[in-house]
């Protein structure tokens, strides 16, 4: 369980996120919505526990994040350049599980799954820097999930996919271990329709918490989030006006 | 300008896969582009190495009839004229001021000073980032849409003839990605044309006439943007045809509004109301 109790965050004096309660149950998976500079990312960066509360409180199981084994939650960033730092792309999965202490054999063994799942074995001598953006996005992936978090926090992990490759990538997180618990952040509706839950970001606060269908059909609060709703929504939109 | 491959294989070390497989493509100064495919399917690769950072492993590039400099002076004035924003751009910003990051690339291309201060403020009106409120501005101060667009001003400012872009929305909201449109239609009207890299296919489908489909380093289609209602090949492309393609062929057939192709929101609109 996640929980976040009046939560507050500033970047030097510029608010960021704001009296933000809001708890996850261990396998819930959410969908995170708003305009660029709504706090999605910082939302995310705090539960990680890569920023600190100014105010409020974040327990994770219980427990404050900076007590809890960082391999609980795992973090996927919006670029992955920012993470991937293997030479070649099986090593770069096999970074954490290395680190982890894991018997060779069955390392090698579960290096091997994890291309095959994720279709990155013909790549696996490549170094990630020469894969195309989608390649890395999915591989940041890969050497992430390789790891079971308990945990997965996603920050617009896809935006470099085709929406093909974006089907496969719901289909990896929701299948390779079902009890995983997600927090996806996406600026694409169509991906955020399939979580049960839809939480909307706007300026610092939680806008909106249910379901998804209820939120994309009033464009009152699709325009004050700013947020782009599904083209299907859009025309039905248009048409009812 | 005009940018012709011809016959252009290039494998990147370490693979033993091609990134452009046999390629020949033409680009002329005519508008909007839109290059798409799968992941990995060679269309960063095809971008670079219209502007020159790509040397093929075999084939020619050939710019306005000449073969593309390799080095030099004119491979620099080629790049000018081919300007390209990476994918995430915004993350290459590090000088301490928006102007001073505009300007950088005009002394790096040794423009006169007065003519440097020109482009650099009429850039960052450009795309929305007015001098008076910006040009002091510290980038990393700068909300992520802002940065995006100050580095698609830094490569505006050089006033390329083709401009480049690697997924230019990944990672916008919903009025980054308008702001980007009105840029975008901006630069076409000054004469600018455009080569977009997107797995946004609705924006494709808006913005640009001609679809380039690339599929495991080759070109499996080049042609009208009708190709989104051809879902046959869209589906041998291993690509979904835009939302609004989808949206729209199930309104037709629920709603018997004749047979027309539209390509955004707007068309179908006034489709709809056509046919009422």
Sequence with gaps: MISLKKVKYSYSGRLAVEDVSIHFASDERAAVMGANGSGKSTLALLIKGLLTPDEGNILIDGLPT?????????????????????????????????NAGMERRKMIKRVDEILEQFGLERYRKHP??????????????AAVMVLQPQ????????????????????????????????????????????????????????FYDGGFDSFFKEHDALNQAGIEPPVRFALEQRLAV | MRIKLDKVTYTY???????????SISFEENGFVSLIGPIGSGKSTLLTTLMGLVIPGSGRVYVDGSVMPKRGKELREHRRKAGMVFQFPEMQIFESTA?????????????????????????????????????GRPPFEMSGGEKRRLALASILALRPEFLLLDEPTAGLDARGKIL??????QYQTGG????????????????????????????????????????????KSRLRPPELVLAWENFRMEKKVPNRRVYSISEALAGITNSL
């Excluded at chain 1, 990630?128 to 992936?141: E, V």
């Design chain 1, 66 to 98: 900076g007590e809890i084994n960082p391999g609980k939650i795992g973090f996927v960033f919006q670029n992955p350049e920012n993470q991937l730092v293997g030479a070649t792309v099986e090593r770069e999965i096999a970074f954490g599980l290395e």
């Design chain 1, 128 to 141: 990630p820097h020469k894969l195309s953006g989608g390649q890395k996005q999915m591989l940041a992936l």
């Design chain 1, 151 to 206: 945990w997965l926090i996603l920050d617009e992990p896809s935006s470099l996919l085709d929406s093909a490759a974006k089907s496969d990538f719901l289909h990896l997180i929701f299948n390779i271990h079902p009890k995983t618990g997600i927090i996806f952040i996406t600026q694409d509706a169509l991906e955020a329709s399939v979580f049960p839950r839809l939480i909307i970001m706007n300026q610092g606060r939680i």
């Design chain 2, 13 to 23: 070390p370490h693979s033993r896969y091609p990134a452009l497989d046999n390629v």
């Design chain 2, 99 to 135: 102007l001073r990051e505009v300007m950088f690339g005009l002394r790096n291309f040794e423009f006169p000073a007065d003519e440097i201060e020109e482009r650099a403020f009429s850039a960052l009106d450009m795309v929305g980032l007015p001098p008076h409120q910006f040009a």
């Design chain 2, 180 to 185: 980007l449109k009105d840029i975008l239609g």
């Design chain 2, 192 to 235: 600018g044309s455009v080569i977009l890299v997107t797995h946004d296919l609705d924006l494709a489908a808006e913005l640009c006439r001609r679809v380039v489909i690339m599929s495991d380093g080759r070109i499996l289609y080049d042609g009208s943007r009708e190709v989104f209602y051809d879902f046959f090949m869209m589906k």
